[in-house]
């Protein structure tokens, strides 16, 4: 069964940080990218950072400094740690699975639930 399921989300100030974790079933996390995702009321989903199965990792201009992607390939996880929190951080953060090519990074049709992330200025 294809799985993907979020957690770490929650409430925090402005400065603070949050852990993100994702659990993905093994069907998909092994050899593909793994991408986070964020949607805040009223927008798209945007691409918040990526990260290949071999490691190479690619930002959001928005948050780039601020989190770090990284992945355990033992455990079937994906992480996003993230730093210096800023009120247009807010909004549900979602794993993914896709591919990313030289340019871009192309998501599949897995998704999690997402879990909510507010900052408070």
């Known amino acids: 069964q294809v799985q993907l399921v979020e957690s770490g989300g929650g409430l925090v100030q402005a400065g603070g940080s949050l852990r993100l974790s994702c659990a993905a079933s093994?069907?998909?996390?092994?050899?593909?990218?793994m991408g986070w995702y964020r949607q805040a009321p009223g927008k798209q989903r945007e691409l918040v950072a990526d990260?290949?199965?071999?490691?190479?990792?690619n930002y959001a201009d928005s948050v780039k400094g601020r989190f770090t992607i990284s992945r355990d390939n033992a455990k079937n996880m994906v992480y996003l740690q993230m730093s210096s929190l800023k009120a247009e951080d807010t909004g549900v953060y979602y794993c993914?699975?896709?591919?990313?090519?030289?340019?871009?990074?192309?998501?599949?049709?897995?998704w999690g639930q997402g879990t909510q992330v507010t900052v408070s200025s």
């Open positions: 993914n699975a896709g591919k990313r090519s030289s340019y871009s990074y192309y998501p599949m049709d897995y």
């Open positions: 093994g069907s998909i996390f092994s050899g593909n990218a």
């Open positions: 990260i290949t199965s071999g490691g190479s990792t």
